[in-house]
């Protein structure tokens, strides 16, 4: 164990150490990448489908060993008991109790009070009538989640005027406020630690505009979600209208919480229940499938060979739904935040890349914006499909066009297209035969491109519950396999120490120093304006 670890840690060896990974690396290596041999696991009502990934007997076998070797089972039963899951912050990471149907004795009483909380206060706005719109304030976690499920469910219409700010970007507060009447405004301030400056100024942007609007007790329609009450309570809002959750839940797997909130304000509860049974039916999975046909134990080990057999540094997503357009970013912080690390548990430098760079928008526009690029671009990347069995509009034919072209890209980058056919191919038109060669490398597709479908049955809250979760769980293997603390994020917070130190001097309250050039010049230019 390194000196400084916590002395209770398990101590693991580097990975790239350790015969396991050296097998699984070239088990991968070993591996069809090419024949698409059906493989599809049913994980809490989604088909994942991991055909189009590298596949052997003897990878998943060193796939089950790697995991073994890596105390799998045990790590993941303390992830669902509440055990120290993030060691740095010295806390569990157990957003599986926010969703349970019954939840952990330790925690069940304050998770269910605080459920109820919620859902009586989304009664008592409905009852009352008095507000049609909402104004959510949050950024991170604390927005991305919401902002997915609402729009995602909320597509064809929600039952009040929603609007999410996030961005410190006055632009984004000026949007957010136009066009919306004060007194019908309620304004819901999210934050995990309720000391994040984009939203504490856009909370107060908000408040003022509530106050200017001539509002006598402004504080009377905002609302607080926080795991800090304190810093809510002492910021102005009533511990009647705060709700609650808590450090053990991360921000970025906090929309199981309270930060669901504005999911039931604009959709109905019944949507934020549909969501965490979607979640808790994953867990479940998660926890009870054996290793081969678990979903998310799968996705993680496809996405291990192909960040670090094959060398993939980014993962594409693309949801083949219109609705889906929040997944992106929302994954890319769960991906990102999560996974985007140098060091393992003990302190060490990892001795293997960690998680890859993930990138994507809704098909079909990502095929008319970048789908050249993975098609025949030198490097690609994995693909995750991910596309309802039923649509919920009255357009069948669209639907027919969408599943074509989703499964048309997918074997496109399976099956790729030789020179030799190529040149067969065009030989009637092209009577010079270096010139039909020519052209044949250019049209040439690679093939054997590594892609995952998700099929879910169609976009209702427990699919979409079931699909996070999904997401959460493979990016939990992947951490434990890397070695690394998918829960804490380090390098965000130095940044915002960083902007804070910078927006002092830029306001004249500090003096301007220990700058690189560039920065100090900068610097200099907006300060000296007086900002
Ligand atoms: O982006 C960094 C981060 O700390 C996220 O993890 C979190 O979701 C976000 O900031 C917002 O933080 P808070 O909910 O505390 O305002």
Request: hydrophobic share 45%; glycine share 10%; net charge negative.
């Amino acid at each position: 164990m390194q000196e400084g670890a916590p002395a209770d840690l398990a101590s693991v060896a580097p990975l790239a150490e350790t015969a396991e990974w050296r097998a699984f690396v070239e088990a991968a290596h070993r591996a069809d990448r090419r024949a698409g041999t059906l493989r599809v696991v049913e994980a809490a009502g989604l088909s994942v489908d991991l055909s189009t990934q590298a596949q052997s007997d003897e990878l998943a076998a060193a796939g089950a060993a790697l995991l073994a070797a890596r105390d799998f089972e045990a790590a993941r039963a303390r992830l669902l008991e509440g055990g120290i899951a993030n060691c740095t912050e010295n806390r569990a990471a157990w957003h599986t109790a926010l969703r349970a149907e019954e939840p952990p004795g330790r925690v069940a009483g304050r998770v269910l009070a605080e459920r109820d909380r919620v859902r009586a206060f989304v009664r008592h706005v409905d009852a009352e009538g008095r507000f049609d719109s909402v104004v959510h304030i949050g950024i991170g976690g604390s927005d991305w989640g919401p902002k997915l499920v609402v729009a995602a469910l909320g597509y064809a219409g929600t039952r009040r005027q929603m609007r999410f700010v996030s961005n410190i970007d006055g632009h984004a507060i000026e949007a957010g406020l136009i066009g919306l009447d004060p007194r019908r405004t309620l304004v819901v301030v999210s934050s995990k630690s309720f000391n994040t400056t984009e939203t504490l100024h856009n909370a107060d942007c908000a408040l003022r505009w509530l106050r200017e609007a001539g509002i006598a007790d402004p504080w009377e329609q905002v609302v607080a979600v926080t795991a800090n009450p304190d810093a809510a309570r002492d910021m102005g809002v009533a511990p009647e209208r705060t709700f609650t959750f808590w450090d053990w839940a991360g921000g970025r797997y906090s929309v199981w919480s309270a930060i669901g909130l504005p999911i039931a304000l604009a959709l109905g509860a019944e949507a934020l229940d549909g969501l965490l049974q979607g979640a808790a039916a994953m867990d479940v999975h998660f926890a009870t499938a054996p290793l081969a046909a678990n979903g998310p134990v799968q996705l993680a080990l496809a996405g291990l060979a192909n960040r670090n057999a094959f060398g993939y540094a980014s993962l594409n997503i693309a949801p083949y739904d219109a609705r889906l357009v929040h997944l992106v970013p929302y994954l890319q912080q769960l991906e990102m935040e999560s996974l985007g690390k140098s060091v393992d548990l003990e302190g060490r430098p990892v001795t293997v890349p960690t998680g890859p760079v993930v990138w994507g928008m809704p098909g079909t526009d990502g095929q008319h914006t970048f789908f050249q690029w993975l098609h025949q671009g030198p490097e690609g990347a994995p693909v995750d499909f991910i596309i309802c069995r039923e649509a919920d509009h009255p357009y069948p034919e669209h639907h027919r066009l969408l599943v074509a072209n989703c499964l048309a890209q997918r074997e496109a980058l399976l099956r790729g297209k030789s020179a030799s056919v190529l040149e067969a191919e065009l030989a009637p038109e092209e009577s010079d035969p270096a010139r039909a060669a020519w052209l044949a490398r250019h049209k040439m597709h690679p093939g054997g491109r590594p892609s995952t479908l998700i099929v879910l049955p169609r976009l209702s809250a427990h699919a979409l519950g079931a699909l996070l979760a999904l997401y959460e769980h493979k990016v939990f293997v992947q951490g434990l396999v890397w070695g690394i603390n998918p829960y804490d994020q380090w390098g965000v917070e130095y940044g915002k120490v960083l902007a804070s130190g910078i927006a002092r001097e830029l306001a004249g309250k500090a003096p301007a120093g220990g700058h690189d050039a560039s920065t100090a010049y900068w610097v200099a230019q907006w300060g000296n304006g007086g900002m």
